[in-house]
């Protein structure tokens, strides 16, 4: 089936157009986007990389029974779980301009993103507009099509104003894409990778994720020599309900340092509530070589922060997962 743009964004034309919208659709959803700050961010260079981490729940994992799918569907939507979220929060038509919101106020030269369904008719001609190239991969299978919806994946943008397109490529088993960009302002080579593991807590899971990292982190097609690593690995860094850490271990056992303090025991990158089950944790991360240096990182807001009757997605908040974001620098 043909992917059609959407209208609204066709309409926009500008990103002032973009922001008109946004704007109507937070006022008759209300509420505000959760104030966050960056960190450290007075010195800035010419040549500093804003680079974005953002798992955006996908429509088919999330849509209420209520809204039918554009295909003949395997199992009715629970509209993902979310058992104390307002239905409302959940109604895609609103929350994909809301997600657009949050991109555009991080403004990152480089996202990365998981659990985009809507790539092609919403997520790449909206951010087209706003000066961003980019690629996606499907998931195959997709946990959105047995909900009647087109298929989840993993999508890497770039400012076309600030990078060249050099190479790159896709892998399923992960799901996973990266591309090698050069830096216009220095002429420095950056390979980008996002990939998103294997969901749920388990022994068993976490060495499948073990596994999946493995195979991204010795891809004889990517280029390792500066590189940045954005994903959601579904592994918390610390031993969590008996389970023993392996993914980020290994990841940090390549070279990468953490963007974010891993020590830091009240972080977390997502919070939700499905059925009795409440989960807060680091899942999300933004990784990278040593030769940069992290300059400012975006401040994920306090868990006090959230209605711990709802945690997230909520009325000021389009996803389950915060975004992460910092910005790099070349040192050597």
Known sequence: MLRKPDPAV?????????????KKVRAEAGGKLFERSWVNAENIDEGDIRVMQFNMLAEG???????????????????????????????FDQRKWLLLEEILTVNPD??????VDAYPEFFEPALSIAGYQ??????????????GYYPDGVALFWKSDKFELLSGGVTSSPVMIHRRLKQLSTGRALTVICTHLKAKLSVENERIRYKQIAEVLSNENISFASCVLLADCNAAPVVECGVEPLVVPAVCSKGFLPAYDLEDA??????????STRTSHTIDYI?????????????VPPFTALDPAVLLPCLNYPSDHFSIAATLRFTQ
């Open 287 to 299: 990784f990278y070589t040593p030769n940069m240096v992290v300059t400012s990182t975006f401040a």
């Open 266 to 275: 009240s972080a977390y990158t997502t919070a939700k509530i499905r059925g």
């Open 110 to 115: 480089i996202l990365g993103v998981e659990e």
């Open 61 to 91: 994992l999330s849509s209420p029974a209520r809204k039918t799918p554009p295909f003949k569907s395997e199992k009715i939507s629970d509209g993902g779980g979310f058992t104390e979220v307002p239905v409302d929060v959940l109604n």
């Open 10 to 22: 066709a309409a926009a034309q500008t990103v002032s157009g973009l922001w008109d919208k946004i």
């Open 134 to 147: 980019s690629g996606f991969n499907a998931k195959s299978p997709s946990p959105c099509e047995a909900f």
